[in-house]
C-alpha cells in the first residue's frame, strides 16, 4: 500500500491526465531552475501543461487509467509536457532541446495510445500541424 503522500499523487496524476491524448517525456537534469521556470511559462502561453511526475508513480497512474505504459520513456528525472495540438508540443521541445546544450532531453512520448520514442517525437515535430494542414487545404 501506498503511503499517504504517493496516495495523493496518484489521484493528482489520475486528475491531471484524465483525457489526455498525447504527451511528451522529457528529461530536465542539470537544466538551471530559471531555464526550466522560463520553459514552463513559454509552455503556459501555448495553452500547454509542465508537470513533474514520479516514474513509479506515474506508471501506475497510467495503468490504474488503462493507458499504456511509460516506463521505457521515464528516465531519471522526469517531466510530461502535454497540450491540444502534439505537433506544437513537439516542435517546441526539439527547439527548446536543440537551445539547451544538452539539459533538456526528449525521452519521448504517446500520441493516441501509441508510445513514441525520442526520434519518433523529433519526426513528429516535422508534421504540419492541424492549422498548416487546414490553410494548405483552402489555399
Known amino acids: 500500500m501506498p503511503n499517504k503522500v504517493n496516495q495523493l499523487l496518484l489521484k493528482e ?3 491531471r ?3 489526455v491524448q498525447s504527451l511528451v517525456a522529457i528529461g530536465y537534469e542539470g537544466m538551471p531552475v530559471n531555464a526550466q521556470n522560463k520553459m514552463r511559462n513559454d509552455l503556459a ?6 508537470i513533474f511526475v514520479k516514474n513509479r508513480l506515474i506508471n501506475i497512474a497510467f495503468k490504474e487509467m488503462g493507458l499504456p505504459e511509460v516506463r521505457g520513456i521515464c528516465k531519471g ?3 510530461f509536457v502535454f497540450g491540444e495540438a502534439p505537433v506544437a508540443v513537439a516542435r517546441f521541445l526539439v527547439d ?7 539539459k533538456l532531453v526528449i525521452h519521448g512520448g504517446v500520441v493516441e ?3 513514441l520514442n525520442a ?3 523529433v519526426e513528429l515535430s516535422k508534421s504540419p500541424t ?3 494542414l487546414k490553410a494548405q487545404i483552402v489555399g
Open 113 to 115: 495510445g501509441t508510445v
Open 77 to 79: 528525472q522526469t517531466a
Open 45 to 50: 502561453d501555448r495553452d500547454t501543461k509542465f
Open 130 to 132: 492541424k492549422e498548416e
Open 119 to 121: 526520434q519518433q517525437i
Open 96 to 102: 527548446a532541446a536543440a537551445e539547451s546544450e544538452g
Open 13 to 15: 496524476y489520475r486528475a
Open 17 to 19: 491526465f484524465a483525457g
